[in-house]
């Protein structure tokens, strides 16, 4: 039995969210933490998903039952266990397309995250299709993944990094956006959820006006993916990224969609074994795509707990996912404004279930700390987004983010140490 059929026979297939049994499936939640030796542990209550996401025992099950039953290198072993490891390796990559609706495996390259796949589109097709003059059009709550390597490809070749504009309730300034999409952008690079507002942005009316004006659109999916279903066709997107940790699979794998026109078009990434059909001396025949941007051994557990993953999230379903998040969602900031002197950054009417907030005449750092010792694991800092930061004029943040394991009951907890925190400093 699949790992998919096997949460489905669990749960039931038209059974309602029951986010009690799903706790079940996540063995670190059970744990108790401690704030000082001797003491009695506090129940965890993990609220950094954003960062990385929990596993569930099926992904834990899923890859030690492969190193323990199927190992062996993918690709290139006529016995059986290469050919098994490599069934179950490609079968992710199906998984993968299924999972974003791409058209085929063919569609869907494997990197080692998120931030490989940027470089991987900014040295590949940046580099071929790009020149001095050109400009890449991001956004202003960018992870620095969608920075970076823009800022790189700008030192290398010439080309111009533009900025779209954030308003104030962390929306993206729509009316900017098009009046930067001028002849000299060759390409979109929006983030369809933000890291830290939450912000889900218009990814088909982004892609709708790119397309329009003859650009080439990527879309960050890092945290749109863990949240709701995705469709890449229905957005229309061209490239499309997303990292497994975020999506209670492990670290160590993540996924550019491309379309296979624009994928066959660019050249290799890196070279080395297995993204080749032959080598001599004199030259290289490197494979289709996506074959060609993989280099070297891939991934070959790590793509294993990947497919149990999505196996996990398809079971369970992500509109209902996106449902039960939506709820703690407004249960929390709904709550949260009982606390005097807390600011949410990002209000925007389509926001994912994360909270990125500030208290005032508190450090985020002390806020983290004292959330830490009543058991409430948050994320405080700048969170790879300093640029964004500094468009809300704070120098970090505490960030809440929810997942699909989380309840209103730790919701209430959250409140309750935030409340707490403000009253030890008075």
Not at 182 to 196: G, Q, R, Y
Not at 226 to 236: Q, S
Not at 410 to 426: D, I, R
């Amino acid at each position: 039995m699949s790992s998919h059929a096997a949460v489905r026979a669990a749960i039931g297939d038209n059974a309602p969210y029951d986010v009690m049994r799903v706790r079940q499936d996540f063995p670190i939640l059970s744990r108790t933490v401690h704030d000082k030796p001797g003491r009695a542990g506090k129940p965890l209550v993990y609220l950094d998903s954003a960062a990385s996401a929990q596993k569930p025992r099926q992904v834990i099950d899923a890859m030690k039952r492969f190193l323990e039953e199927d190992y062996a290198n993918v690709h290139r072993g006529v016995h059986f266990l290469s050919q098994r490891s490599t069934d179950l390796y490609e079968a992710t990559r199906d998984k993968a397309a299924a999972f974003l609706n791409a058209p085929s495996r063919e569609h869907i390259v494997f990197t080692r995250n998120a931030t490989e796949a940027f470089n991987l589109v900014a040295q590949s097709w940046g580099r071929a299709n790009l020149k001095a003059g050109d400009a890449v059009l991001i956004s202003g709550m960018e992870h620095h993944a969608n920075i970076v390597p823009w800022q790189l490809l700008r030192d290398q070749i010439g080309i111009a990094l533009k900025v779209v504009p954030v308003l104030d309730d962390g929306s993206l300034d729509m009316d900017a956006y098009a009046d930067l999409l001028t002849d000299d952008v060759k390409l979109v690079a929006i983030t369809h959820a933000s890291n830290v507002l939450g912000t889900i942005n218009p990814a088909k009316e982004i892609a709708r006006l790119a397309h329009a004006r003859g650009k080439t659109v990527l879309f960050d999916g890092s945290q749109a993916a863990v949240h709701g279903p995705v469709d890449v066709r229905a957005i229309d997107a061209d490239f499309y990224i997303f990292t497994g940790h975020k999506l209670y699979g492990p670290t160590g794998i993540g996924v550019l969609y491309g379309r296979k026109e624009i994928l066959d078009r660019m050249p290799p990434y890196q070279g080395g074994g297995d993204m080749i059909s032959s080598v001599s001396f004199e030259e290289t025949v490197y494979r289709e795509a996506p074959y060609r941007f993989e280099a070297g051994t891939p991934p070959i557990i790590e793509g294993v707990g990947l497919g149990a993953a999505i196996d996990y999230v398809t079971a369970l379903g992500m509109d209902a996912i996106h449902a039960h998040e939506q709820r703690l969602l407004a249960h929390a900031m709904d709550r949260l404004k009982d606390v005097d002197g807390l600011r949410v950054l990002g209000t925007a009417p389509a926001k994912a279930a994360i909270i990125s907030f500030t208290v005032e005449g508190i450090h985020p750092h002390d806020i983290g700390t004292l959330l830490d010792r009543a058991g409430v694991a948050v994320r405080v800092g700048r969170h790879c987004a300093e640029p964004l930061m500094d468009r809300f004029g704070v120098g970090a943040t505490a960030r809440a983010s929810f997942g699909l394991y989380n309840t209103e009951a730790e919701v209430e907890t959250l409140v309750e140490a935030v409340k707490a925190t403000k009253s030890f400093f008075g």
